[in-house]
């Protein structure tokens, strides 16, 4: 599938999501995503730069936050917007 999510407990879930060659594996927890790991081939190392601007953001606002990193930004924000991103 391009995306899952699976809840652990409350307030707490895991997702992957991908779109295209991009990928995002990440902990969710009250609303945030953490220890967010991604990969696009177009990101020429900036995959850290990527993961760190996730880190804490809520997955409706992963857009904004990756607005810098271009057309690869682009696609994780799409990746991301096929999971639900709740943890209730």
Known sequence: PAAWQAKVRAGVAVLAAAHGPSEVLAGLV????????????ELNGSAARVSAA???????????????????????????????????
């Not at 009250?30 to 081939?41: A, E, F, K, N, W």
């Not at 809520?58 to 924000?77: T, Y």
């Open 30 to 41: 009250g609303g945030r995503l953490r220890r967010v790991q991604v990969s696009d081939p």
């Open 54 to 88: 996730l880190d804490g953001c809520p997955p409706g606002e992963a857009a904004a936050a990756l607005a810098p990193f271009g057309e690869p930004g682009r696609r994780v924000a799409a990746a991301l917007a096929k999971v639900d991103g709740r943890c209730a």
